[in-house]
């Protein structure tokens, strides 16, 4: 027999580091896997209990300090402990501080601790909830949570739900849906027979919608060129009068929520519109959707309940851990026909088997968590934390304005533009902001200009964070 190998029961040869770690007996283990899981307890709670007095972006010494990372495949395994105390000694410092309060980036929510548990719950049941049969736990917790959202969204009861990663595949798997049904409707399976020769598919969109929208057409053979732009105010907003004229197979896509200015679409009008020549109206409404769980925002968003599809992200104003995206379609029938998927192997019960409506056989289940947020927040939790929020936005707008900084957007929600001067300046005082760590705030373009965007999509961001930020950012813009 070769050196370091042994044969197994099975007449499988084993490396040999597998016969120096043998199995060990179950209560070992089990007492092994204690210890590790409080080991990562400990060290999660001490990471989350200093965010908010580091800085929020990672310091150069942390980021150096990653190179030791980059190492050869280890050829021996190596004890999990020491791999936790690897990750926490190197990782934990070279984080962006996301979690904190102070984080205000993109549109990155937090997650709720209830939503953090359940994470780590579902990590350790490691579920596959694409069936029933394989997840009875994770299909029921879809279920119960997609007729939840359902309800909190003010989205008709039985449209059809997928749980995917983010907005961009909730884009993808809303429009596969619509471009089914429209095609379907013109006599063409595109599921049998793809686009090769399908009649041509009218596209529409706002001149300011999502890049991530546009890739999701681009996915779906619906081409990134080939859509109709329609030109914006000075918001963002789509302006629905300017809709070119549809014939059928069209899609129009509006959004809920500028990922700039927060603004919204006019949706009853663009529905209407779109309707009347029998086009499939989707919404992208990756946070924006979630004003209709305000009773103070709902008025946002009037209309968008007419529309036909909506995508939206759990991970931004939820606040659950990433990855966790969702899509709604009213025909749930035009969902599974294009996301189903059959095989003998592959058992269908009378339960709603996930698998059916997501690109996705294997995945996680997301359900748990989206479950453990909504349970934890309520419905008045939930709105709460959307009206906090754009609170916060409205304060941190007046406390800059007051600093003589110029606000570009009307705050309708969580979002806010800052212009500090002329580009390079207001370039340099996003650096310095960043440098500084009190808080984290990106650059981003504005109807040709630089602009700082500001997004309050945290449980845990509080009055005092804003204050200390507003006046970390006045610092920096009077250096
Ligand atoms: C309006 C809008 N759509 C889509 C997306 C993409 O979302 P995700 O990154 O979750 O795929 C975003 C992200 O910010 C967004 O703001």
């Given at each position: 027999?070769?050196?370091?190998?042994t044969?197994?029961?099975?007449?499988?040869?084993?490396?040999?580091v597998?016969?120096?770690?043998?199995?060990?007996?179950?209560?070992?283990?089990h007492?092994?896997?204690?210890?590790?899981?409080?080991?990562?307890?400990?060290?999660?709670?001490?990471?989350?209990?200093?965010?908010k007095?580091?800085?929020?972006?990672?310091?150069?010494?942390?980021?150096?300090?990653?190179?030791?990372?980059?190492?050869?495949?280890?050829?021996?395994?190596?004890?999990?402990?020491?791999?936790?105390?690897?990750?926490?000694?190197?990782?934990?410092?070279?984080t962006?501080?996301?979690?904190?309060?102070?984080?205000?980036?993109?549109?990155?929510?937090?997650?709720?601790?209830?939503?953090?548990?359940?994470?780590?719950?579902?990590?350790?049941?490691?579920?596959?909830?694409?069936?029933?049969?394989?997840?009875?736990?994770?299909?029921?917790?879809?279920?119960?949570?997609?007729?939840?959202?359902?309800?909190?969204?003010?989205?008709?009861?039985?449209?059809?739900?997928?749980?995917?990663?983010?907005?961009?595949?909730?884009?993808?798997?809303a429009?596969?849906?619509?471009?089914?049904r429209?095609?379907?409707?013109?006599?063409?399976?595109?599921?049998?027979?793809?686009?090769?020769?399908?009649?041509?598919?009218?596209?529409?969109?706002?001149?300011?919608?999502?890049?991530?929208?546009?890739?999701?057409?681009?996915?779906?053979?619906?081409?990134?060129?080939r859509?109709?732009?329609?030109?914006?105010?000075?918001?963002?907003?789509?302006?629905?009068?300017?809709?070119?004229?549809?014939?059928?197979p069209?899609?129009?896509?509006?959004q809920?929520?500028?990922?700039?200015?927060?603004?919204?679409?006019?949706?009853?009008?663009?529905?209407?519109?779109?309707?009347?020549?029998?086009?499939?109206?989707?919404?992208?409404?990756?946070?924006?959707?979630?004003?209709?769980?305000?009773?103070?925002?709902?008025?946002?968003i009037?209309?968008?309940?007419?529309?036909?599809?909506?995508?939206?992200?759990?991970?931004?104003?939820?606040?659950?851990?990433?990855?966790?995206?969702l899509?709604?379609?009213?025909?749930?029938?035009?969902?599974?026909?294009?996301?189903?998927?059959?095989?003998?192997?592959?058992?269908?019960?009378?339960?709603?088997?996930?698998?059916?409506?997501?690109?996705?056989?294997?995945?996680?289940?997301?359900g748990?968590?989206?479950?453990?947020?909504?349970?934890?927040?309520?419905?008045?939790?939930?709105?709460?934390?959307?009206?906090?929020?754009?609170?916060?936005?409205?304060?941190?707008?007046?406390?800059?304005?007051?600093g003589?900084?110029?606000?570009?957007?009307?705050?309708?929600?969580?979002?806010?533009?800052v212009?500090?001067?002329?580009?390079?300046?207001?370039?340099?005082?996003?650096?310095?902001v960043?440098?500084?760590?009190?808080?984290?705030?990106?650059?981003?373009?504005?109807?040709?200009?630089t602009a700082?965007?500001?997004?309050?999509?945290?449980?845990?961001?509080?009055?005092?964070?804003?204050?200390r930020?507003?006046?970390?950012?006045?610092?920096?813009?009077?250096?």
């Amino acid at each position: 027999m070769a050196k370091g190998l042994t044969l197994s029961s099975t007449g499988c040869f084993l490396r040999a580091v597998v016969r120096t770690r043998p199995i060990l007996p179950i209560s070992r283990y089990h007492l092994k896997m204690r210890a590790l899981l409080k080991l990562t307890a400990e060290t999660a709670a001490r990471y989350l209990e200093n965010l908010k007095e580091r800085s929020v972006a990672p310091s150069p010494q942390a980021l150096e300090q990653l190179t030791e990372l980059e190492e050869p495949m280890p050829e021996l395994p190596t004890e999990a402990d020491r791999i936790l105390e690897t990750l926490d000694r190197i990782g934990s410092p070279a984080t962006m501080a996301m979690a904190g309060p102070r984080y205000f980036g993109f549109v990155i929510g937090g997650s709720l601790p209830a939503a953090l548990a359940a994470n780590w719950l579902a990590g350790a049941w490691d579920q596959c909830p694409g069936l029933f049969a394989a997840s009875p736990i994770g299909a029921v917790l879809e279920e119960v949570s997609l007729r939840w959202l359902l309800d909190v969204l003010k989205l008709p009861a039985d449209c059809g739900g997928a749980f995917v990663t983010g907005a961009t595949m909730a884009n993808f798997t809303a429009l596969a849906a619509a471009r089914h049904r429209v095609l379907a409707n013109a006599g063409w399976d595109v599921e049998a027979d793809g686009l090769f020769g399908a009649p041509p598919i009218t596209v529409v969109v706002g001149d300011e919608s999502h890049p991530s929208l546009i890739k999701a057409l681009g996915m779906l053979g619906l081409g990134r060129s080939r859509i109709k732009r329609v030109p914006v105010d000075r918001q963002g907003r789509m302006l629905a009068s300017e809709m070119p004229p549809l014939s059928k197979p069209a899609i129009v896509c509006m959004q809920a929520g500028n990922v700039n200015t927060g603004a919204f679409d006019p949706a009853e009008e663009i529905c209407e519109r779109a309707h009347s020549s029998g086009a499939w109206v989707h919404i992208d409404g990756a946070f924006g959707l979630w004003a209709a769980a305000s009773p103070r925002y709902e008025h946002l968003i009037e209309g968008a309940a007419g529309a036909d599809s909506w995508a939206t992200d759990a991970h931004k104003w939820l606040n659950v851990p990433y990855d966790s995206g969702l899509a709604f379609v009213k025909d749930a029938a035009a969902l599974k026909n294009a996301m189903s998927l059959t095989a003998a192997y592959l058992p269908q019960g009378e339960h709603r088997e996930p698998s059916q409506y997501t690109p996705e056989l294997s995945r996680r289940a997301r359900g748990v968590e989206i479950w453990a947020a909504l349970k934890s927040l309520g419905r008045t939790g939930l709105a709460d934390l959307i009206e906090r929020n754009c609170c916060l936005a409205r304060r941190f707008a007046e406390g800059l304005q007051r600093g003589d900084c110029q606000i570009l957007n009307e705050i309708v929600l969580n979002q806010v533009l800052v212009s500090f001067g002329d580009d390079t300046r207001t370039r340099e005082v996003i650096e310095r902001v960043q440098r500084d760590g009190t808080c984290w705030c990106g650059p981003t373009e504005w109807q040709g200009r630089t602009a700082m965007r500001i997004s309050l999509s945290s449980w845990a961001t509080r009055d005092e964070d804003v204050e200390r930020s507003v006046a970390a950012i006045l610092q920096a813009s009077i250096v």
